[in-house]
């Protein structure tokens, strides 16, 4: 069997098209969608991830700002930032970018961000909304990764779903989002002992480690969906997957590719939170 590929770049293409029309009737009705970015430092990774957002952002018509500050930059300055962000009308949603320098904790700036304005998902209040189910925010990655199942139809309920990986913003929250979509799940992480024959039973298998080409033909079940998550980069410079694809693509039924796959998605998954943030914070329906 040869996967058919699910092209994240494409997908993402065609949700911001629907949603350049959502934000030109939303503007009809006196309404911008508006993202503010943080960004603290000069960490290179992040200013390219924080581009990327604002010109997505324009390919959808979404309004957007960064506000860049030094490396030096205090909690206290930050969070009063926030405080301003959350009582700014214009200003729909906030993301402060990481990772933040280390006299700043990510906890208090995650929790100071107003959760009605937390595009990223990220607050307390709404990973606990999520968890049990209730409509929320929910963190773009795992977000972009059901959107993808869903793309094509591929049925999660009943299946098997083996996570490998369990931080805060990948691998926890895609397994709650698989079970909330009735999908049996299993999370595999560092301390797990049988890896690979757990991951060899997955009907849908997510592979979020950040290791190159760790999950290889072996570890997966002939006809099984495979997303990959990781983004890691090669000493010859390029992007690859924590999936092994060329051996992987043989035995699986669908599979995501490194890059075009799940990284766009996040992007176009942040852009419809912010639409979703505007109309919330606005009591705008449609
Ligand atoms: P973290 O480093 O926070 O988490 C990695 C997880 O993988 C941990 O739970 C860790 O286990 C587990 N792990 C590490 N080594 C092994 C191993 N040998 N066997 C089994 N599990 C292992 O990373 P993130 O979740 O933030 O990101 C994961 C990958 O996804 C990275 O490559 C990152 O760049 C990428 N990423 C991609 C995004 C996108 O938009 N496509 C967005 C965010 C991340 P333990 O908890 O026990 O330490």
Redesign the pocket.
């Known amino acids: 069997m040869t996967a058919e590929i699910i092209n994240g770049k494409d997908l993402s293409t065609e949700l911001k098209l629907e949603m350049k029309a959502e934000v030109e009737a939303l503007k009809e009705k006196g309404l911008i969608p508006h993202l503010t970015v943080v960004l603290i430092g000069n960490n290179p990774a992040s200013k390219s991830y924080v581009k990327g957002k604002e010109k997505a952002a324009a390919e959808t018509g979404i309004s957007s700002s960064i506000v860049e500050l030094p490396a030096s930059t205090t909690e206290t300055e930050l969070l009063q930032l926030i405080q301003e962000l959350n009582e700014d009308t214009s200003v729909h949603g906030i993301l402060v970018q990481l990772p933040l320098p280390e006299q700043i904790r990510e906890k208090k700036v995650i929790e100071a961000i107003h959760p009605d304005k937390d595009v990223d998902g990220f607050h307390p209040i709404n990973i606990g909304k999520m968890m049990a189910g209730e409509d929320t925010f929910l963190p ?2 795992p977000y ?1 990764i059901i959107t993808m199942l869903k793309s094509k139809n591929i049925k999660i309920e009943g299946k098997h779903a083996v996570v ?8 926890k929250p895609v397994g709650q989002l698989l079970l909330n979509e009735n999908a049996t799940v299993t999370y ?5 002992k049988n ?1 690979q024959e757990l991951a060899a039973n997955a009907d849908i298998l997510i592979a ?4 190159a080409h ?1 999950i290889t033909a072996d570890y997966i079940k002939e006809g099984a969906v495979v997303i990959d ?4 980069r090669l000493e010859n410079g390029s992007l690859t997957g ?1 999936v092994d694809f060329e051996s992987a693509k043989e035995k699986a039924s669908y599979i995501t590719p ?1 890059p075009r ?3 766009p ?2 992007i176009t998954m942040l852009l419809k939170n912010t639409i979703k943030a505007a109309k919330g914070l606005s009591n705008i329906e449609g």
């Not at 490998?164 to 691998?171: D, P």
């Not at 979020?208 to 290791?211: D, E, K, N, Q, V």
Request: charged fraction near 10%.
């Open positions: 773009c990655t972009g490998i990986g369990r931080s805060n913003i990948v691998g595999c992480h560092s301390r797990t890896l979020a480690i950040g290791r760790a998550v990781g983004i890691n924590d490194v796959g799940v990284g998605m996040t």
